[in-house]
């Protein structure tokens, strides 16, 4: 099993901007992102890039 994933606190904000309904599914593949990456923690960077890949609007 993987570590945890690290969230900044900056980024933990901008997760609460996600609908409450699709906030858990949302946090799990920007989770598995960061995990794919290689990254210690999602930073705004991370999320941004993640939010671009899976956003379809």
């Not at 309904?21 to 290689?38: G, H, S, T, W």
């Amino acid at each position: 099993m993987s570590e945890p994933v690290v969230w900044s606190a900056e980024v933990e904000a901008k997760l609460k901007e996600i609908p409450f309904f699709v906030r858990p599914a949302a946090r799990k593949k920007i989770e598995k992102y960061c995990q794919d990456l290689n990254a210690p923690e999602i930073t705004l960077e991370i999320y941004e890039q993640a939010k671009k890949k899976f956003n379809t609007k």
